[in-house]
């Protein structure tokens, strides 16, 4: 069943790819319009069969049924406001921003018909390159709406993700950027901090377990540092809570507390146990 | 080429077991003896074939040219001392500990013929389940000597490790606990206290980036305890490095300061890079 007629997205690299890939895959729309910056990206993707036609200018987002912003966030904030002269409202506008405040607040302010969305299927890597139809199965996707959006919008963008196998679950921004900075952002920034203080001349010691710790320092600076930016009071309220937990245990080592370390590593291998692997 | 008669092991854990296969498949011994202190491992590693014999008591490791102590920091440093009235100065003790000072000191001690050595090959699993014959193919294997060992000692030692697939370099044990303090010990503590910040109600939301960021949280608690405690001068100042790089990074966020932020971010992301995937 065809969701939309038109579907547009903006930004094709790994997540605005693997949307296109998906929605040809599922037949969502009849036509998935591709947007981007530069032409390689916008060739590559065609190559690849993310996107039907691809154009470098937001105007070929006219007509649109869904309109996808999946670029960084800061780029994000920077397009919301130039789109209302360019979608009606008809076109039910959706991101895929890592972080939701301020996505929120603007598109509030832009009288888009808007409903912002995380899905949690990243990685480390960029581009359309890696982009693949079916990394949102069975994926989780975050659904949050600005205060004056209507039930039957939220409905139907829950559908949209549901279609490419997702669920999907509705929060308000700043419930979001909480729960975020914790999982998301704040071991961002411990990695990045990790190999900070290594010394370069360490790392040829390091084995899987300094890799996986610090595989997520590998994903775009420039990225990350707009996401930080702009959840920058959760960001530094859980990096507050991680010192008081770190704290804890340096205490327990330096005191060389045997019993109360054991139980701290104890409780918090049984938190991670609860996670999948 | 049968490089000793016969081997023996005592602990036939992940990397226990995997030594008993590995030396086997390789046909570095006539005869592979396996102790441990539970019967069911000593039947499991028979099972898998990773020993010839097993045993529940260290007398088992009489006459054995080799003998390698594959438990955990603090059962090492339990069993050096009762070891030279079972093995000869003819046997090569070695061990696979991941923390080297206490143990190197407990071993000029004793009056064997002790190497050290770390194969850094591990996993967050552990039990003679996990154990396969080729985790050391293309590995690094750390070799710690006492000061007195003699050089022929270690060369025999570090072709014991190249004849099961993994290069050697030799260093000594405060380099080696420095080092393993920042690749290692630090990684495992700061994924314990990223667990331990977060909210259990938030865990459903993880995605691959905190998942991977706290795999080695999964690691056994008490294992780790011992570790942390042997090393805890390295391990502290290590922490006291990582606090530093943190709360440079901390502060970035905190005054919005873009560049620099991206520049630190960058920097890291370049270091992450460095090391393989």
New interface residues.
Partial sequence: MKLFKKIAIIGVGLIGGSLGLAIKKKQLADTVIGIGHRQASIDQALRRGAIDQGCLDIEAAQGAGLLILATPVDKILGLIPRLFKIVSSECMVIDVGSTKSEIVKAAEKSGLTFIGCHP?????KRGVAYAKDDIFEN??C?VVAPMKAKRTDIERVREFWKKLGAKTEVMDACMHDR??S???H???????????????S?????????????????????L??DI??TN?KE??T??K??????N???LL??N?Q?KA??A??????N???????
């Fill in positions: 949690l299927a990243g990685m480390e994926s989780l975050l729960i975020l914790f999982v998301s704040l071991p961002h920034v411990v990695a990045y901090s990790l190999m900070d203080c290594i010394k370069p360490y790392l040829k010691f390091a084995a899987s377990g300094l890799k996986d710790t610090t595989r997520i320092g590998l994903s775009d600076p420039l990350w540092r930080f930016l920058r960001l530094l859980s990096i809570d991680f010192k008081a937990s770190l804890r245990v340096e080592i330096r060389n045997s370390l054991a701290y590593l104890s409780k918090s291998r938190k991670r146990n609860a996670i999948a692997h």
